[in-house]
């Protein structure tokens, strides 16, 4: 059998280790997973009696366009309803849009490290990479514009960055925007947008006015606390929209998922309480950072990016026995660094008591 030969050099996406794998693999009662920017308080209550509500359904396929809940993102983010795509989870329409608009004849510009699945379906694609490093922990945007030419057909800026968590300034977009040509694709990731605090943060959504070359990806899968309905979307010019629907599977986001989404927009409460916890988490990792004396990056998100300034596998391996699961960074470009997600005030204490052990002095 011969399978697509670019298929050969990659790996299936390795996700942040199961919670039961761990209790069992290490005999723990208690085992906590920092390591997959997932919400530590679950999603609305509301969400959760839509789910309910939707059992009776389930013999009934979904609506594969997701008009309902469509209506109610375009009303929340005051755009059409034929600017909105939707997916299994963002990472689905990361896919959609490779489908749609890579090929062997094209090339994509992307930063180096961020989120992978750009890179991972570009190469299934057959397109060329161009990797552009981050400085500092941020999207270099004038080398990245100076890697497109006229083949290019998207480029990725995935702010809140993961794994840095750093972001895009306005203004830097906004000049960004202006020089990138009309043939290629600017995809912003904003999957955590709802957590962002920062007043420079840009609001990219009237931006699409001026910009019809823009997609913006935003998921329910963090803020939200729906990560296992798997359900994101992207907003962007109607007309590319329509363009690239085909390439989207026809019942692709669950009935139950459509419905939680719904609900989980009328609890905004939820998601500024949420926001505000996570505000005062990074500060408890801040705190320790800057007592120990480690190098991190100002995180937007709700993880935080650490240097220990050691094998991040050895630290990794070391957490994993005592209960907490991270990410290390070795699989994120990041060879001595942990990506910890920001959890409850208790969870956070409770990992940086043990993380004092790992300081070098
Ligand atoms: N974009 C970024 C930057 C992410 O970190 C993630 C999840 N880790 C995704 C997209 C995909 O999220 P989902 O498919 O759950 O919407």
Redesign the pocket.
Known sequence: MQVKKQLLSLKPYQPGKPIEEVKKEFNLTKVVKLA??ENPYGCSQKAKQAILDELDQLAIYPDGYSALLRTKVANHLGVNEDELIF??????V?QIICRALLSSETNTVMATP??P?YKHNAIIEGTEIREVPLVDGDHDLDAMLNQIDENTTVIWV?TP??PTGTYVKKQALLEFLDKVPKHVLVVV?E??YEYVAAEDYPETVPLLKDYSNVMI?R????AYGL?AL???YGIGNADLIRKIEPAREPFNTSRVAQAAAIAALDDLDFISNCKEKNKKGLQQFYKFCEEQGLDYYPSEGNFILIDFKRDSDEVFGALLKKGYIVRSGNALGFPTHLRITVGSEEQNAEIIEILKEFVLN
């Open positions: 997959s920017n997916g299994n989870g963002s990472d689905e990361v961020t989120f699945q995935c960055n993961n990731d999957a955590y990806l998921t329910f899968s963090k990560a798997r359900i994101g």
